[in-house]
């Protein structure tokens, strides 16, 4: 990742345009091309700087459910799993954390139900129990990281 990279990652998380070009709106305020930028976007995403680069819905607005998800995942079967569960469409984002239940997931979907499928899924496919944690009470915390 260099300096532009850092720009790019750093300067979309606050928003992105809604317009018939945004990567063009998005470029011009970073100082570079809207191709220079869709290609870095394509490359980050590729080499796991960005697992994901695209908009978030609130799911249960448009008819679906999400929950938090927690597994307690042998260090090295690590990668293994995380591959088998971010193949799911489902899954919004994974990431780790340095605690029993070292693996953190989101899993949206529509119909809500869907949700248990998935999870179900996972669980078959990886041999290990998922922590179903559904949302009691929504807050808003504006998170940002400096890249």
Known sequence: MDEIDRRIVNGLQGGFPIADRPFAIAAESLGLGEAELIERVR?????????????MFDAGRLGGATTLAAMAVPAEDFERVAALVNAHP?????????????????????????????????E????????????????????????
């Open 90 to 122: 489902e899954v919004a984002h994974n990431y780790a954390r340095d605690h029993r239940l070292n693996m953190w997931f989101v899993v949206a979907a529509e119909p809500p139900q869907r949700i248990g499928e998935v999870i179900a899924a996972i």
């Open 43 to 55: 490359r980050l995403c590729a080499d796991g700087w960005l697992t994901r680069f695209g908009p």
């Open 124 to 147: 078959a496919e990886t041999g290990l129990k998922v922590y179903d944690m559904p949302k009691l009470e929504e807050f808003f915390v504006q998170a940002q990281f400096e890249a």
